[in-house]
């Protein structure tokens, strides 16, 4: 599984950093960078958490 990012919706908000920070990292000039595409099993409750949070739909995971 990996997650999936369009970039052109994210707005930079953090929920997605605050929900999976070992995935996710927004930067100060609101910029989301995905740390780690490649889920680790330990990481798809939050990602998918993240996911369904995400304001502007921007996240996805790809099976």
Known sequence: MRVEV???VCAGL???ESLAPRVFRVG???TMTIVSPELE???IAA?????AAC???A????R
Not at 47 to 51: I, M, S
């Open 6 to 8: 369009d970039y052109d």
């Open 28 to 30: 100060a000039d609101s």
């Open 55 to 57: 304001p502007t739909f």
């Open 14 to 16: 953090g929920v997605c």
């Open 47 to 51: 990602v998918e958490e993240a996911v």
């Open 41 to 43: 099993d330990t990481d």
């Open 59 to 62: 996240l996805r995971i790809a």
